[in-house]
Nanobody
């Protein structure tokens, strides 16, 4: 049973920073990729950033240069460092892992005030 538990969301002013964490049950080596998605009210869930088991990272154009995805394999954790946050980054952020299927965390709210 795969469990993904996110933490680190909250309220921040525009221009501020937050770091999201996603702790996975078991070794994250078994996943082909891990990533972060977000869903704003009235919008579809979208990919924010993902990192493959080989270490290649991919970002949405809207967050390139501001967000960084990373992993700590010893802690079975994936992080999303978010800098220079904008009000349009406000959303529920979901951790995702892929191995034959997608696994999802419960989501963590990020609110950026202007």
């Amino acid at each position: 049973q795969v469990q993904l538990v996110e933490s680190g969301g909250g309220l921040v002013q525009a221009g501020g920073s937050l770091r999201l964490s996603c702790a996975a049950s078991g070794s994250i080596f078994r996943f082909n990729a891990m990533g972060w998605y977000r869903q704003a009210p009235g919008k579809q869930r979208e990919l924010v950033a993902e990192i493959t088991s080989g270490g290649s990272a991919n970002y949405a154009d809207s967050v390139k240069g501001r967000f960084t995805i990373s992993t700590d394999n010893a802690k079975n954790t994936v992080y999303l460092q978010m800098n220079s946050l904008k009000p349009e980054d406000t959303a529920v952020y979901y951790c995702n892992a892929v191995k034959l299927r997608h696994y999802w965390g419960q989501g963590t709210q990020v609110t950026v005030s202007s």
